[in-house]
């Protein structure tokens, strides 16, 4: 997880322009990415297989996280 209260104010407010801009097609193609990693896992037969898609799904979780709560940061500082 991203604790963004620890991230630099600029990456904040990157992570808010990607939110504010209204373009929704990075955080899509992050969502694709994190659903094709999920989907992926399911038919993973090995734990080392498993275990790079766990860590890839939950990157991409944190990221759309990140851009979503990342207005709640940028209001704090």
Do not use: W, Y
Not at 10 to 29: F, N, P, Y
Not at 38 to 62: N, P, Y
């Amino acid at each position: 997880m991203i604790d963004l209260n620890l991230c630099d104010p600029q990456h904040v407010r990157a992570l808010l322009r990607i939110k504010e801009v209204g373009d929704t097609s990075l955080v899509d193609l992050l969502g694709e990415l994190r659903d094709t990693a999920k989907g992926r896992l399911v038919s993973a037969t090995d734990t080392v297989t498993i275990h790079r898609l766990q860590g890839r799904a939950e990157a991409f979780e944190d990221l759309l996280k990140a851009i979503e709560e990342s207005p709640k940061v940028a209001n704090r500082s």
